[in-house]
């Protein structure tokens, strides 16, 4: 009898650590249970998110040379730290083309709200107000999510991450926003933040390449834009560029209302039109984030190129390049926004005006 359990046992452990593959193709017309290409599930509202375990992985189908998905994806379920949840795009011969979900300006295109343990990759996400949507709102929801290798044009935020207002850490924390390749029509008419997180901690944001072009004057667009996020954050290995003609509401890396340690190194962030802030800590009500900021090239019009609110900061080994001078912009190429600066480690930057 024991030799059952054991079988038994090493079933569930299987099933958990390695998980079992699930599809969706809107091209399907088999049995619509997810189980097979040819009996895939046929929309996202199809899926059976009760059967949806850790480990598991969602296969969408891309068919040979890509298919378009109009409605949104909700997540519904959670993976665990050894074995989270997966979806992709299909990786066999006939599905492996590329997956658009496309929009119409409006709405999330994937929707992760109070789960965690959740992979999203390799989708291309096209003119959404959101195209990934986070959110948690209960006591330790949302965290360690992460999005990989997605790509598309943004008709408004690209990645919208928010907590429970007034509640910073608790109930949305590390996300990982890596290797996405994104841009934006000439005009949205909307706000393009290509990361926007509020109310949470413990933030990642690394090997992205971003340009925002939308010209809208009125419209307020960041590169990464956070408010009330706790660290450990960490920004690296970016290519961040505003190729929009905009003098103002077009920030780089933006932080308001901070503390724990923010890191941020070997990034590109080039606005050569822009006055505003290229790596900005804006001195806010709260302003205790330690500042870690080396081997970055920030490039662009007068407005401080590197500006922290920390007075121990360290700032080394950075290319500080301004393109020229305008009255409304600042004068200092690297500035301390309300501190003395008195403890910094400043050493080894190279400045060109």
């Known amino acids: 009898m024991r030799k059952y359990y054991i079988i038994v046992l090493w079933l569930i452990y299987f099933s958990i650590t390695c998980g079992i593959n699930y599809y969706v193709d809107n091209n399907a ?116 999510i992460i999005i990989d290798n997605c790509d598309g044009i943004m008709s408004g935020r690209f990645i919208f991450i928010d907590g429970y207002a007034d509640v910073s850490g608790s109930y949305c924390h590390d996300i990982t926003i890596r290797n996405c390749d994104v841009t934006t029509p000439s005009s949205t008419g909307h706000q393009n933040d290509f990361v926007y997180a509020q109310y949470m901690a413990g933030l990642t944001i690394e090997s992205n390449n971003v340009n925002i072009s939308s010209n809208d004057t009125s419209e307020h667009n960041d590169l990464l834009q956070t408010l009330w996020v706790d660290g450990p954050v960490v920004v690296r290995n970016n290519y961040f560029e505003h190729s929009d003609n905009k003098l103002k509401n077009s920030q780089g890396i933006f932080f308001e209302n901070h503390e724990g340690t923010y890191e941020v190194y070997n990034n590109i962030i080039v606005m050569p039109n822009s006055v505003d802030g290229k790596i900005y800590w804006k001195a806010d009500s709260l302003n205790n984030a330690h500042t870690i900021i080396y081997s970055n090239v920030s490039y662009g019009l007068s407005g401080s190129l590197i500006q922290t ?17 305008n009255s409304i912009g600042s004068s200092y190429m690297l500035e301390f926004n309300g501190v003395s600066g008195s403890g910094a480690d400043v050493a080894n930057n190279l400045f060109y005006d």
């Not at 949806?52 to 519904?76: C, E, F, R, T």
């Not at 011969?93 to 929009?103: C, M, R």
């Not at 900061?313 to 950075?318: D, G, L, S, Y």
């Open 309 to 325: 609110t920390d007075p121990d900061a360290v700032i080394k080994n950075n290319i500080l390049y301004s393109t020229g001078y």
């Open 29 to 144: 017309n088999g049995l619509n249970n997810g189980t097979t290409w040819a009996d895939a599930w046929e929309s996202f509202n199809a899926i059976n998110w009760s059967s949806i375990q850790p480990g598991d992985i969602i296969y969408i189908s891309g068919g040979s040379s890509g298919k378009i998905y109009a409605d949104n994806l909700v997540v519904n379920a959670s993976g665990i730290s050894s074995s989270p949840i997966t979806i992709m795009k299909g990786i066999d011969t006939g599905h492996n083309g590329e997956v658009i979900l496309q929009g119409s300006g409006l709405g999330a295109a994937v929707n992760i709200a109070n789960e965690s343990y959740i992979i999203v990759s390799n989708l291309s996400i096209n003119n959404w107000s959101r195209a990934v949507d986070i959110d948690g709102d209960s006591n330790n929801a949302a965290h360690d």
